[in-house]
């Protein structure tokens, strides 16, 4: 894979720039957690490590938002958490759980970076404490994920298994001939809203948030949300095994994840389902994943202190 070095300029801090090892008392505090998940995957795929290679590419990203005219090293401070060590194995389920225990509660977003999907079990169970109750989760994927067994296309009917209210999952930009009939009729038997891929390009990505968040997070829930690569298209994701033809656009991603992270009640966000080996040779997959990453940060950035 091809990786050019970086030229040196103070004037033009990067993205790596924002990460730290401790909480910031003078910054807005956002957490990174590594659960590189890959064992249980549908898709064959490599144990290369996605966490470090988005945390290699934000050297490649400036911290300044031309959109919103501000600079995230004012106001932003990443928490770098490190990875979990090998949550596919046994024992995985109470390692995640003791790195999350063992964040600062000054946070106002976590941000765990996957792995495959199986990440998002791993994550929302332990972040609930045994009481899903009090989440509600929106997924951006082409994928139900609502499989038999334990995988990376079963996380969300395992949650819902745990206790996670169907009424209060919303799974946005579902796909053509990427689901089956009977999956699809065990989504409505859970209550589970579904925008459609064709629905979110009738309406702003931002209103389609906007209803996303209001059923997710009614009733005063935190609000988890998943982002799985294989919602972009394949020509801007190669590096997600399941990325097909006609996903969204980098543009239509970025901005989902900017509105969705606005929103205080997100709680957390994960971005799952990239095989580094798989990438192209211009890291294009993983570079969306980093600039995702600096969007959820500008997204906080615009919540009210």
Partial sequence: MVNVATTHDIRWPSGASLLSGAAAKDRRNVGLLGISTYATSVTPRSSASTPDAIRGALERFSTWSFSDGTDLADTMCVVDYGDVRDPDAPGGPDRVREAIGGFDDTLELIVLLGGDNAA???????????????YGLVT????????????????????????????????????????????????????????????????PI?????????IAGAGG?????????DAADRSVAPGCPAAAPGGLSADE???????VTSDARVSAMDITEIDVDRDAPDQR????????????LAGVRRRQP
């Fill in 120 to 134: 998002t079990w791993h994550a929302l169970y332990a972040l609930g404490g045994g009481d899903l109750s009090r």
């Fill in 140 to 203: 951006l994927d082409a994928h139900l994920d609502l499989r038999d067994g334990e995988s990376n296309g079963s996380p969300v009917r395992q949650l819902l298994e745990a206790g996670l209210d169907g009424r209060h999952v919303v799974q946005v930009g579902l796909a053509d001939f990427s689901n089956s009939a009977f999956y699809a009729s065990r989504a409505r038997d859970e209550g589970i809203t579904v925008i459609s891929r064709d629905e979110l390009r009738t309406v």
């Fill in 206 to 214: 931002e209103e389609a948030v906007g209803r996303a968040l209001a």
């Fill in 221 to 229: 829930r935190r609000v988890y949300v998943d982002v799985d690569m």
């Fill in 253 to 259: 991603m970025r901005r989902f994840v900017r509105a």
């Fill in 285 to 296: 997959t993983v570079r969306l994943a980093a600039l995702l990453v600096l969007e959820a």
